[in-house]
């Protein structure tokens, strides 16, 4: 306990007595935090502006075409396949899920969102935030993204104009807005949410889909009775239900088109300067530690035990980076008040808080080198160099 | 002067160099009291700073013995060594002196921190021979804005502070002018004689030695001749400025 009361009195005397030096370094980690958080944050944005729909699902498994490789857009079930699968022993409801994309165009700059269709009050539909579900059939309603309504400032009971190219025509659709949900990006767009029956009507299709009016759903969220019990009913639903393949939400949102890529490339961005971190601060350490050889050397042949002097290391690292990581954290936010809203910067989350931890790590780990060189010195060094 | 504070038996230190075996100390025996401050002389690669290692428990001996306060260097571990030099030994160096981020008298009072004595007495204590060593409006500035010879004089109050029953001093007057030189070792000696303390300063400026009890001179290794009476010792000072 003597030792350490020792080394932070030693530590932060020398950190205040040379605050210039030791600010650099931490204006150095604060930039490296900065960077590291952004990195974070935009990989978070972006994760949930890809997966937010699915990992939001009120389901636990996912219904897929066989072979599709659980890609949503190559899945495309037949239409009787959700009511097989709510037979099934363990499922407490199935609902089906019809993926697409248009525009809206009564907008000054029109907006490209995630067309889905989607049954009130089954998986697949989410809870209405403000105003109500949209009626079944074919009624020209929408419940749209809060998303959707911040870029656009559409409310509730606003009309929108939607464009879908039809064959070879561009065709516009007229839909009401009803109602309101919360955090339903998928690939990139905030989405809209409109019944089967208006869905197939009005979304984009080729000159051959237009001879049809069956919609086909792209894939079935499944809620089980018992969610613990997930292996157990994938196996009945492969059992029971011809040409399926299932997965869980993990698995589905993984295979979301180029989710795992781009997460891959954010995470090796993070982690490479996260390296260059450990770098930058165990150098600047290291530099200094080889500069105080004779001053540590004459502390040691005084007295100081390599518990005052390794603790006193360690404490100084962990300071300098703590002021960094703190300086980089809100440097972050108040960057992050100018971001346009088209920047998906997510900052919070498990990946930010990951990131912070691994930011006051890298300052122990960088430094570690110099720490250890520190408790290795000589005390004779006192002598020789003096 | 009555005890013995320090006391050296038979002491060798060798080194092995391309195969041959080299005596940085050679059977070297002698005695400090209490109040009694001696020089260790010598030219260079007499031995006299390995002397000065193993006396300030830094360095091993080959063989023989030092005891400090009685207590017999071979006999310690590490982590005793480290103890002793806290209680028992008070340093100074040439340069490099003092820890440069603390002031005058943080500086003085670490040692009291390190042998948990800092408490108002202690802070006392500091300014006071801070004071005495005519320090008392440096009190607070950094070694960085002190003088060579008033950080020596710092070093001196550290070496002081805690009461060590041995005082090593490592070429003091290295970097300092004739003046402040003289100055210097002046200070130190009246400190040993007045807190009873055994001193050794190892020096290469002879006139140094004037303000000494005793000379020890070494070559080669070995202690060649121990200059004891004050004309014996004034002699060597001055023959140094004649020349």
Aim: charged letters at 20%; hydrophobic letters at 45%.
């Amino acid at each position: 306990m003597k030792n350490i009361l020792l080394a932070f009195y030693l530590a932060l005397k020398e950190v205040f007595r040379n605050k210039g030096r030791f600010l650099l370094v931490s204006l150095v980690i604060a930039l490296i935090t900065l960077l590291v958080l952004f990195i974070a944050a935009l990989g978070e944005g972006l994760a949930n502006g890809n997966r937010q729909y699915i990992a939001n699902l009120d389901a636990q498994l996912i219904v897929f075409l066989e072979k599709s490789d659980f890609i949503i857009p190559s899945s495309r079930l037949e239409t009787n396949t959700a009511r097989t699968v709510r037979r099934v022993d363990g499922v407490a409801d199935a609902g089906p899920i019809y993926t697409s994309n248009t525009e809206i165009v009564s907008l000054q700059e029109p907006l490209k969102v995630s067309m889905l269709g989607a049954e009130p009050g089954r998986p697949g539909m989410p809870e209405i935030l403000e105003g109500r579900e949209f009626r079944g059939g074919e009624a020209r309603e929408t419940v749209i993204d809060r998303g959707v309504a911040i870029r656009s400032g559409i409310k509730v009971g606003d009309e929108i104009e939607i464009r879908s190219t039809q064959g070879t025509d561009d065709q516009f659709f007229t839909l009401e807005v009803v109602g309101l949900v919360d955090g339903q990006s998928y690939a990139f767009q905030p989405t809209i949410f409109v019944p089967v029956t208006t869905w197939e009507k009005i979304r984009p299709q080729s000159e051959a889909d237009l001879n049809s009016d069956t919609p086909y759903p792209n894939i079935i969220a499944v809620k089980l009775e018992d969610p613990g019990q997930i292996e157990l009913v994938k196996a009945r639903l492969l059992a029971n239900v011809p040409n399926i393949e299932v997965a869980d939400i993990d698995t589905t949102i993984n295979n979301v088109p180029g989710y795992s890529a781009q997460q891959g490339t954010v995470q090796t961005q993070g982690f490479f300067t996260l390296l260059i971190g450990v770098l930058v601060i165990g150098g600047f350490f290291q530099i200094q530690i080889l500069q105080k050889v004779p001053q540590i050397g004459v502390l040691k042949a005084i007295g100081s035990s390599n518990g005052v002097v390794g603790w006193a290391a360690v404490i100084q690292i962990v300071v300098v980076t703590a002021i960094g990581v703190a300086i980089g954290g809100g440097l972050t936010y108040v960057f992050s008040l100018f971001l346009p809203a088209t920047i998906p910067f997510v900052f919070d989350g498990v990946r930010s808080i990951a990131a912070v931890i691994l930011l006051l790590l890298i300052g122990p780990f960088g430094g570690l080198v110099s720490i250890i060189y520190a408790v290795r010195i000589e005390p004779l060094k006192a002598l020789r160099l003096g | 002067m009555s005890n013995v504070a320090l006391e050296v038996k038979d002491l060798v230190k060798s080194f092995s160099l391309d195969g041959a075996t080299i005596h940085a100390v050679d059977n070297v025996s002698f005695q400090v009291k209490s109040g009694e401050f001696v020089a260790l002389v010598g030219p260079s690669g007499s031995g006299k700073t390995t002397m000065l290692s193993i006396l300030a428990a830094l360095l091993a001996p080959t063989s023989g013995q030092v005891l400090i306060d009685g207590q017999d260097l071979a006999q310690m571990d590490e982590k005793r060594r480290v103890k002793l030099r806290r209680e028992k030994i008070g340093f100074t160096f040439q340069s490099n002196n003092l820890i440069p981020f603390l002031t005058a008298q943080e500086n003085v009072e670490f040692m009291l921190r390190l042998n948990g004595q800092a408490n108002k007495a202690g802070r006392m204590r500091s300014a006071e021979i801070l004071a005495r060593l005519g320090l008392n409006d440096r009190l607070h500035n950094l070694p960085a804005q002190l003088s060579g010879g008033q950080q020596q004089r710092v070093a001196i109050a550290r070496a002081l502070i805690h009461n060590p029953a041995v005082v090593l001093a490592d070429e003091p007057t290295a970097s300092l002018d004739t003046e402040r030189a003289f100055q210097v070792v002046e200070t130190f000696a009246r400190l040993v004689h007045e807190n009873n303390r055994a001193g050794i300063m190892v020096t290469h400026d002879l006139r140094m030695c004037q303000y000494v009890d005793r000379v020890l001179q070494m070559q080669d290794g070995k202690l060649v001749r121990v200059y004891e009476t004050k004309d014996e010792i004034m002699g060597l000072a001055m023959e140094t400025v004649k020349h």
